[in-house]
């Protein structure tokens, strides 16, 4: 297909919408990835991506948050194990306040072993401890923060979760 032609297929559209994505067009993205699931709701791309990602990622991007939900719980019926969508729906998670389903998304990637896995261990632990604080269970706060920490001792936001926990532990 040539720069000027009309995509016709679900892969034809999907490439143009990754391309709108990358330049980035995020209308141009949003259109073409849409026409992808009008085409094929089910389409997954040979690298395995999904278009349900890219529009969840947008959206997201654009602070439409529960559409973003709605697009990576789409992209997860479509990859139950789409890492970029698993981080992307549990930030969400978090934004919304919705933390112990966020908590469930960033440990189940926990259980993917580090060297398949592309998000570093640590910035899942500190965002298991993160959603904890937020919910005050100050004791898995600890642990996770804790767990966080241990993973990257230099890091000031994982110095700083851990000191505001142990403070409320602490009276």
Known sequence: MSEKQSPQTAA?????????FRMPDGVGAVRAMERVVELDPAYRHP???????YLGKIHEMENRIETAIMHYCRSLAVDPNDEESLIGRGSCYTVTRQHHL???????LLKVPDRLRRVPRKHLLYAIAENYRQLEDWE??????????????HNQRHQQLVQEVNARLDP
Do not use: T, Y
């Open 102 to 108: 966020a908590i469930s998304d960033f440990v189940k």
């Open 140 to 153: 898995k706060a600890a642990d996770w923060g804790k767990q966080a920490l241990d993973a990257d001792p």
């Open 12 to 20: 034809e559209w999907f490439e143009r919408g990754r391309k709108c």
């Open 47 to 53: 690298d395995g991506d999904n278009p349900h990602f």
